[in-house]
C-alpha cells in the first residue's frame, strides 16, 4: 500500500515579542480501515508542552501550550502515513434510491446522525434548495444525484484560492460561482441537506501527484484541503471532493470531521499584545510518496 509524507508548517509574525495563549492544533489522522498512522512528530518554536484530548467528533486535538515571547511562532507537524485502496470509498453502491422526497433515513440511524442531516446555513431566497433541486430530476439512484452535483460544482464553477479566515455561505458562493475548497465543501454539504442527506466537513491533505513529476489535473494542494462526507445508509460516509470531482480515493488524506468549517480549523490559538503586532501568517503544505509500505510503526502519541 502506497506510503505519504505530511509536512506541514505554519508561521505567525508579529512586530514585537508577545506572549501567547493555548493553541488547539487538529493535525493528526484518525487510524481507521483505510488510512494508519505510522509517525507523527510535532515541533513547535518557542519551546512549548502538547497534550493530547479527543473532541465530540473524537477528533484528535493537541492542546499546545507555548513557553516565553517571541516575534515568530512556528508550528510544524511532520506524519508518515498508509493509504488503503479497499474498493469501498471508490464508488457508493448502486441501487440506494431516493425515489421519496425528501430523503428519509431510517428512524434508528437517523438518531444517530446528529443533526449533520439538517440545514446549517441561512438560504433566504432559496436559490441553495432550487440548485440542488435540478439533481434530482432522471437521477436513480442516491450514488448518481450527488456525483452529478459534484461534477457541477468542478465543472461550472472557478477555484480561487482565499487565504483569510471563514468559509464562504453557500448562498454567496452559488452567486459568485467561485470559490475555495472548503467553499465548494459547504455548498454541496448544504444542498445535499436540502434533499435529506446527512453530510460532513472534512478537513485533510491532498496528494498531488505533480509534485513527484507525474502528471496532474489537481487543484487544492500546498495548503490543508477540505471535502465532505454524505452518509448512505448501504454505504456508510462517502468522500466527495467537488474540487476535483473525486469520489474517495486514496489522494484524500483524511484528519478530522465535524458538522460545520468552523468546527475543523487545523490551528487556533491567541496571542497577548495589541491588534497592530500581528503581521501576519504563511502557511506551507507538502505532500509527497514514499512508496510502498513495510516501514516501522513509531507513533507519539
Sequence with gaps: MPLFEVVHRTRYHYGRPVTFGEHRAMLRPRDSHDLRLHRIEI??????????????????????????????????????LERFEDGSVQEPPRGETIATY???????????????????????????????????AGAPDSAALLDAMMRRIKAQFRYRARYERGTQSPAETLALGSGTCRDFALLM?????SLGFAARFVTGYLYDPAVDGLASGIRGAGATHAWLQIFLPLSGWIEYDPTN??????????????RDPSQAIPLAGSY???????????VDVTVRALGQGGIELLVDP
Design 43 to 80: 515541533k513547535v518554536r518557542p519551546e512549548g508542552r502538547i497534550r493530547w484530548m479527543q473532541d465530540v467528533f473524537s477528533n484528535s486535538i493537541a492542546l499546545i501550550e507555548i513557553m516565553g515571547a517571541a516575534t515568530e511562532l512556528v508550528v510544524e507537524s511532520r506524519l508518515v
Design 272 to 282: 497577548n499584545g495589541a491588534a497592530e503586532d500581528a503581521l501576519g501568517m504563511d
Design 102 to 136: 425528501p430523503f428519509t433515513y431510517p428512524e434508528a440511524i437517523r438518531r444517530d446522525l446528529g443533526g449533520t442531516e439538517r440545514r446549517h446555513y441561512e438560504d433566504p431566497k432559496g436559490d441553495v434548495a432550487a440548485w440542488a433541486r435540478q439533481f434530482e
Design 189 to 193: 454539504m448544504e444542498a445535499a441537506r
Design 245 to 258: 470531482g473525486i469520489v474517495g480515493g486514496r489522494n484524500l488524506i483524511r484528519v478530522g470531521v465535524a
